[in-house]
């Protein structure tokens, strides 16, 4: 379940979207997942390229907060751990799609002149 309480948010829906995707390595954590599926530490980490561990953790840390990811730890040694979308996590896939289009289309623009 989600830590932050629906008072917590703000009122306006488009901020409470950049609260909970506030940084531009959670949007790329989101990204990579919608388009690997589960993935470990390292694989992330190296899929995202220059993000340090820390940062990387404190990311995946609030999004796991917010109930956008889901960590699963294995009782493995050396331990496993992977990283998945939850539910909700799966439905920010339409805010990526049209920041795609629009990344596109802003490209094209500036192609074109």
Same mark, same amino acid.
Request: charged share 25%; net charge negative; proline share 5%.
């Given at each position: 379940?989600?830590? %932050?309480? =629906?008072?917590?948010? +703000?009122?306006? +829906?488009?901020?409470?979207?950049?609260?909970?995707? /506030?940084?531009?390595?959670?949007?790329?954590?989101? @990204?990579?997942? =919608?388009?690997?599926?589960?993935?470990?530490? *390292?694989?992330?980490? /190296?899929? %995202?390229? *220059? #993000?340090?561990?820390?940062?990387?953790?404190?990311?995946? /840390?609030?999004?796991?907060?917010?109930?956008?990811?889901? @960590?699963? #730890?294995?009782?493995? #040694?050396?331990? @496993? #751990?992977?990283?998945?979308?939850?539910? %909700?996590?799966?439905?920010?896939?339409?805010?990526?799609?049209?920041?795609?289009?629009?990344?596109?289309?802003? *490209?094209?623009? =500036? @192609?074109?002149?």
């Amino acid at each position: 379940m989600p830590s %932050l309480a =629906l008072d917590d948010l +703000p009122a306006c +829906p488009v901020e409470t979207t950049l609260t909970l995707i /506030r940084s531009k390595w959670q949007v790329l954590i989101v @990204r990579d997942l =919608l388009a690997n599926g589960t993935m470990r530490f *390292k694989e992330l980490q /190296r899929s %995202l390229g *220059k #993000v340090s561990q820390k940062v990387l953790t404190d990311n995946l /840390r609030a999004m796991e907060d917010y109930g956008l990811v889901h @960590r699963e #730890v294995f009782a493995e #040694v050396p331990p @496993r #751990v992977e990283y998945s979308l939850t539910e %909700l996590g799966l439905t920010i896939e339409p805010v990526l799609d049209a920041m795609w289009t629009w990344g596109e289309g802003y *490209k094209d623009k =500036l @192609r074109a002149e």
